[in-house]
């Protein structure tokens, strides 16, 4: 066994679908030419997931390049470049503030520059940016690069509504699976314990043990001692789950912020998991339903978003200003951003193209409270109407 393998102490119950867990240890084989990790995306979760991954680059050189390059959107700070400061006081003082960052990740604001050479892209950036950066990607990237999406939320258009990991692989041309776990970015960076999932198909052109990345590969990659990777072959179920938790803790955010109380919060979280896995089940039949209840990107992932995510902290203001959804992202998040806001927008547009808006009640009453000014105490009313609609 590696040495890398040694300290990583993986068992081959992380690394299989399901959730037996196993003893037995599994080898983790040195890189022939060790991979090179680029993380594109820079913000609160982005660089988080980014002290992640170079702290694992750096524990195991015979698996990794230690050197891990972030793209940064650049921005100006008070007169200074944020990857000047990052590169020099290991600090991303806008998005991650007072957290320090390993010496071996290096901020880069040149996207192309940044993915030179690379074999392991690491795409965290907000779910709109995707097409853009994917656009400049486009013939910069080998198609032997392998991808991890740890983005939440969809992408609809033309072809339907898309995971962001199969948008990534048609664009780019390259094998993409997730990351998605009950993983609020703070407490991540402030290496509190917490759970997450990967999911990855290993594709048909693998090249081979040491060659190519692995379901071992990417436990090495993403797991540290405050941050417990489950790794298994459900791409579109933890996917789905991430995404549309969110427009679930927007409901969460309006009875909270009306004063209702737990109660009401958790009969929005009953109802939305059921929305969730019932457009698992009509629109990505592959994804399995015990994701859903076993993997912490399932319901994990529901209960922490909706206990202390930035939607639900947006939807409670809406609630109790009276402002509407952008004014309260604005005020709250310094830049960062509530993705159910535009998730709900592309749910509901993808549900109205297939005539199926009345079999997600709640996801529609979402929709129509951010975008049509819906009064949010019709909440449990708009709920059960539709309901009755689709008798
Ligand atoms: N923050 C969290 O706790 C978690 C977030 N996620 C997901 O991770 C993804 C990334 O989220 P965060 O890193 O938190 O981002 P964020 O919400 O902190 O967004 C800010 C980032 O967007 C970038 N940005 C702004 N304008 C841009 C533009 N025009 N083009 C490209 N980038 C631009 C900023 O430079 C910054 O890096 C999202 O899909 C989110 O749902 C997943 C788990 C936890
Ligand atoms: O995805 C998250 C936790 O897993 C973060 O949710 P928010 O984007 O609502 O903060």
């Given at each position: 066994?590696?040495a890398?393998a040694?300290r990583?102490?993986?068992t081959?119950?992380?690394?299989?679908?399901?959730?037996?867990?196993?003893?037995?240890?599994?080898?983790?084989?040195a890189?022939?030419?060790?991979?090179k990790?680029?993380?594109i995306?820079?913000?609160?979760w982005?660089t988080?997931i980014?002290k992640?991954?170079?702290?694992?680059?750096?524990?195991?050189?015979?698996?990794?390049a230690?050197?891990?390059?972030?793209w940064?959107f650049?921005?100006?700070i008070?007169?200074?470049?944020?990857?000047?400061?990052?590169n020099?006081?290991?600090?991303?003082?806008?998005?991650?503030?007072?957290?320090?960052?390993?010496?071996?990740l290096?901020?880069?604001?040149?996207?192309?520059?940044?993915?030179?050479?690379?074999d392991?892209l690491?795409?965290n950036?907000p779910?709109?940016?995707?097409?853009?950066?994917?656009?400049?990607?486009?013939?910069?990237?080998?198609?032997?690069?392998?991808?991890?999406?740890?983005?939440?939320g969809?992408?609809?258009?033309?072809?339907?509504?898309?995971?962001l990991?199969?948008?990534?692989?048609?664009?780019?041309g390259i094998?993409?699976?997730?990351?998605s776990?009950?993983?609020i970015a703070?407490?991540?960076?402030q290496?509190?314990?917490?759970?997450?999932?990967v999911?990855?198909?290993?594709?048909?052109d693998?090249?081979g043990?040491g060659k190519?990345v692995?379901?071992k590969?990417?436990?090495a990659?993403?797991?540290?001692?405050?941050?417990?990777?489950s790794?298994?072959?459900?791409?579109?179920?933890?996917?789905?789950c991430g995404?549309?938790k969110?427009?679930?803790?927007?409901g969460?955010?309006?009875?909270?912020?009306?004063?209702?109380?737990?109660?009401?919060?958790?009969a929005?979280q009953r109802?939305?998991?059921?929305?969730?896995?019932?457009?698992?089940?009509m629109?990505?039949?592959e994804?399995?339903?015990?994701?859903?209840?076993?993997?912490?990107?399932?319901?994990a992932d529901?209960?922490?978003?909706?206990?202390?995510?930035?939607?639900?902290?947006v939807?409670?203001?809406?609630?109790?200003?009276g402002?509407?959804?952008?004014e309260?992202?604005k005020?709250?998040l310094?830049?960062?951003?509530a993705q159910g806001?535009i998730?709900c927008?592309e749910?509901?547009e993808?549900?109205?193209?297939c005539g199926?808006?009345e079999?997600?009640p709640?996801?529609?009453?979402?929709?129509?409270?951010v975008?049509?000014?819906?009064?949010?105490?019709n909440?449990?009313?708009m709920?059960?109407?539709l309901d009755?609609?689709?008798?």
């Amino acid at each position: 066994m590696s040495a890398a393998a040694d300290r990583l102490n993986l068992t081959s119950g992380h690394l299989n679908a399901g959730r037996k867990r196993s003893s037995s240890s599994v080898s983790l084989k040195a890189a022939e030419k060790p991979f090179k990790v680029t993380v594109i995306g820079s913000g609160n979760w982005g660089t988080t997931i980014a002290k992640v991954v170079a702290e694992n680059c750096k524990g195991y050189p015979e698996v990794f390049a230690p050197e891990v390059q972030m793209w940064v959107f650049e921005e100006d700070i008070n007169g200074e470049k944020l990857t000047e400061i990052i590169n020099t006081r290991h600090q991303n003082v806008k998005y991650l503030p007072n957290i320090t960052l390993p010496d071996n990740l290096v901020a880069n604001p040149d996207l192309i520059d940044s993915v030179k050479d690379v074999d392991i892209l690491v795409f965290n950036i907000p779910h709109q940016f995707l097409p853009r950066i994917c656009g400049q990607l486009k013939g910069h990237v080998s198609s032997h690069v392998r991808a991890i999406s740890c983005l939440k939320g969809f992408e609809v258009g033309a072809k339907g509504v898309q995971l962001l990991s199969s948008y990534i692989t048609e664009n780019l041309g390259i094998q993409c699976g997730a990351l998605s776990g009950a993983n609020i970015a703070t407490e991540v960076a402030q290496e509190h314990w917490s759970e997450t999932t990967v999911a990855y198909h290993i594709p048909k052109d693998f090249r081979g043990e040491g060659k190519d990345v692995d379901h071992k590969v990417l436990k090495a990659l993403f797991h540290r001692p405050y941050f417990h990777v489950s790794v298994i072959e459900d791409v579109a179920g933890i996917s789905i789950c991430g995404a549309l938790k969110n427009v679930v803790a927007l409901g969460c955010g309006f009875v909270e912020g009306l004063g209702w109380g737990n109660n009401a919060s958790a009969a929005i979280q009953r109802v939305g998991l059921g929305e969730i896995i019932r457009f698992g089940q009509m629109f990505f039949p592959e994804s399995r339903e015990e994701t859903y209840y076993q993997e912490s990107a399932g319901v994990a992932d529901l209960i922490t978003t909706c206990a202390g995510g930035r939607n639900v902290k947006v939807a409670r203001l809406m609630a109790t200003s009276g402002k509407d959804a952008w004014e309260c992202e604005k005020e709250l998040l310094n830049g960062q951003s509530a993705q159910g806001l535009i998730t709900c927008k592309e749910v509901h547009e993808w549900l109205e193209t297939c005539g199926s808006v009345e079999d997600f009640p709640l996801f529609e009453a979402v929709y129509q409270i951010v975008y049509n000014n819906y009064p949010m105490k019709n909440l449990p009313d708009m709920i059960e109407e539709l309901d009755l609609h689709g008798e």
